[in-house]
């Protein structure tokens, strides 16, 4: 299984972004899919997760509200709609797949992708 993360970028604070990650060589379906975060000097951290039909939803705190998590199982695709941003929010965001679980923990995560970076200017 292969995600690819994009979308990351330069933004001022109260601006918005559009992550997507897509996810290749497995049954999209089978994964819960989430967003992690970590930024620099930090640990990587839960942003927000989607069950695997999508009719679920689970945010960290310090997004909700915010952001919106999102999937299109017939494109293999999530997405992750970053509005009201933050200096803080700033970090390396990552697409993972978990097939247990409910995908806020990253012990269960199966499959990252590469992180891309989001950067929020005050």
């Known amino acids: 299984v292969q995600l690819q993360a994009s979308g990351g970028g330069l933004v001022q604070a109260g601006g918005s972004l559009r992550l997507s990650c897509v996810v290749s060589?497995?049954?999209?379906?089978?994964?819960?899919m989430s967003w992690f975060r970590q930024a620099p000097g930090k640990e990587r951290e839960f942003v927000a997760t989607i069950s695997r039909s999508g009719d679920s939803t689970y945010y960290a705190d310090s997004v909700k509200g915010r952001f919106t998590i999102s999937r299109d199982n017939a494109k293999n695709m999530v997405y992750l709609q970053m509005n009201s941003l933050k200096p803080e929010d700033t970090a390396d965001y990552y697409c993972?797949?978990?097939?247990?679980?409910?995908?806020?923990?990253?012990?269960?995560?199966?499959?990252w992708g590469k992180g891309t970076l989001v950067t929020v200017s005050s």
């Open positions: 993972a797949a978990s097939a247990y679980g409910n995908g806020r923990s990253s012990d269960n995560v199966d499959y």
């Open positions: 060589g497995h049954t999209f379906t089978f994964y819960y």
